[in-house]
């Protein structure tokens, strides 16, 4: 059972996020919070696997109630729920350690597979989120290139995740494990000096990897 915390300031959106989970199975909304106070005084007593924030109708892009639950509670990965109109705000997010977006007008499908892969550990970026950091990537300056040199494997492996495939799609398709794939995720990593998917997408782009 993965326990949820919301963090949405007007109770008719936390219902409507409600509702979508409870068609599925395995959700239990233990929280629901309309501020940081409220959240972390629930918490206290009962902390989640996944805290969902709203950032379309928090202060300051959400900002504020997001560095309080980064600063408080780290190892509690956050979903923000979001629009486009936040793509300037998505590398700052990243940067603060949030795991996944999910669109407002994305499906309970979608939400339910992100809230899956945070509890797992993983990360959720739906394929827009690429698109919009293409744009914004290609009007910015083109970043050079790492002094440690990527395998060629590896470089395939970036491709893979940048156009969203899972370590699963990506083991398929390279004919070798889904352990084999993280493997390579985590050499890729630690040549670059990044720590996130994000950032290996926004490497590829900026270095015309994808092209």
Known sequence: MCRIAILEKYALFAYGIQSLLKDSNGFDIIIHAADCDHLFKQIKDDKPDVI??????????GMRSL?????????IPVLLILSQYYSDCFEEYIRLGVKGFVFN??????????????????????????EIFKASIQNGKSQT???QKLSDREVIVLKLFSKGLTYKEIGTRLNISARTVE???????AKLKIDSTAAMVRYAYRNHMLV
């Not at 493997?183 to 990593?189: A, E, M, V």
């Open 183 to 189: 493997s390579h995720k985590r050499n890729i990593l």
């Open 145 to 147: 290139r790492k002094e």
């Open 52 to 61: 969902i924030l709203d950032v379309i109708h928090g202060d300051n892009s």
């Open 67 to 75: 560095k309080k639950i980064r600063r408080t509670y780290p190892k």
């Open 105 to 130: 007008d994305a499906s309970g499908k979608d939400l339910v597979g992100a809230i899956k892969a945070l509890k797992d550990g993983g990360e959720f970026f739906s394929e827009k989120v690429w």
